[in-house]
């Protein structure tokens, strides 16, 4: 999730806490807090590219590490709110900013440890958007009006804009994986996996991939606000299969990453059409028709000692934009 959706949810937590002469600077601490946990983002092992894909929204997300990140939020923050704040306080509101962050990430389609260091699982609810402007603008006036104005019934409109907004994903989400299992069925496919997401910035677009007899197929489906269904056909390709076409490599570093990012791209693995050594993340794309991946590693089985580069595959070319537009507004 987007750092200003985190801080606005953040700071919706800590002021529903916040006596109403404290509001703000509890709103500020949770807005602060709630951001904190995706630093992890800038940790980096150069010589290792995966890492911080593994690492992000790893131990700083997880239920147990929420009572030291809000620790380490308190202590940077007290700094400016003591004037403010007793410690005592600072810490609570930045506990309640803080413990939204895991959950909220949690709800998007990237994939969240929340059980880290008990379980390397990770939960994506797939109901929201990793961005998303209509949520963030809703939360936005609701939440400044509530700071501004001070009065509780602001702070509750704005957990009901959340949770109705969480609630029509996770319809929409229903929707669109039975229209997915629909369409596969009248092609005669019996789905062994498959993975609904929302495309970027709506509720209403969504990839749907499947596996069947060792191919990964694509497709999109437009779920509209309430009613109608449209579905728009997408592409097919061969699952790369770690173990089958790379098991002479076993034991050196790239057969090890290669598994690792398998296990980040939760086995559905493609090669990039126009680059096939490039094993991509069969799940993302710039078009949800489409199968060359947003992002991928190259394997380069005469380095096999060495990390494998991990590669961003974005274009925002009208010949993408166009077509994801059409479908988005059922054209």
């Not at 987007?2 to 600077?25: F, M, N, Q, Y």
């Not at 991509?280 to 991928?296: E, K, N």
């Amino acid at each position: 999730m987007d750092p200003l959706t985190h801080g606005l949810v953040g700071a919706a937590a800590s002021s529903s806490i916040a006596k109403k002469e404290i509001v703000r600077p509890a709103a500020a601490t949770g807005f602060v807090a709630a951001m904190l946990a995706d630093l992890d983002y800038y940790i980096h092992i150069p010589s290792d590219p995966l890492f911080n894909i593994e690492i992000h929204r790893q131990f700083t997300h997880s239920f147990i590490f929420i009572p030291v990140g809000a620790l380490v939020a308190a202590a940077l923050l007290w700094l400016v709110m003591r004037k403010h704040l007793s410690f005592k306080q600072t810490y609570l509101f930045s506990l309640a900013g803080y413990a939204t962050s895991g959950i909220m990430d949690a709800f998007t389609s990237y994939g969240t440890q929340l059980l880290w260091p008990f379980s390397d699982t990770r939960f994506a609810w797939n109901v929201i958007s990793v961005v998303d402007p209509l949520l963030t603008t809703g939360l936005i006036l609701l939440a400044v009006i509530y700071v501004w104005k001070r009065k509780k019934p602001f702070i509750w409109i704005t957990w009901v804009w959340l949770s109705l907004f969480l609630m029509h994903g996770w319809v929409q989400n229903e929707r669109a994986t039975s229209a997915a299992k629909f369409l596969a069925e009248s092609r005669g496919h019996t789905i062994e996996q498959l993975v609904v997401k929302p495309t970027i910035g709506n509720q209403l677009l969504w990839r749907a991939n499947y596996l069947y007899d060792g191919m990964i197929y694509t497709d999109a489906v437009r779920t509209g606000w309430i009613r109608g269904i449209n579905l728009y056909e997408g592409e097919a390709a061969p699952l790369v299969r770690i173990e089958e076409e790379f098991s002479e490599f076993e034991g050196t570093v790239l057969y090890s990453d290669l598994l690792r990012f398998s296990r980040l791209s939760e086995g559905l693995m493609v090669r990039h059409p126009d680059y096939p050594m490039i094993i991509g993340d069969a799940r993302y794309s710039m078009l949800p028709t489409s199968l060359v991946p947003l992002w991928g590693v190259e394997a380069d089985t005469t380095s096999s000692d060495e990390h494998l580069p991990f590669l961003y595959f974005r274009d925002a070319s009208d010949e993408i934009r166009e077509p994801f537009l059409d479908m988005l507004l059922g054209r």
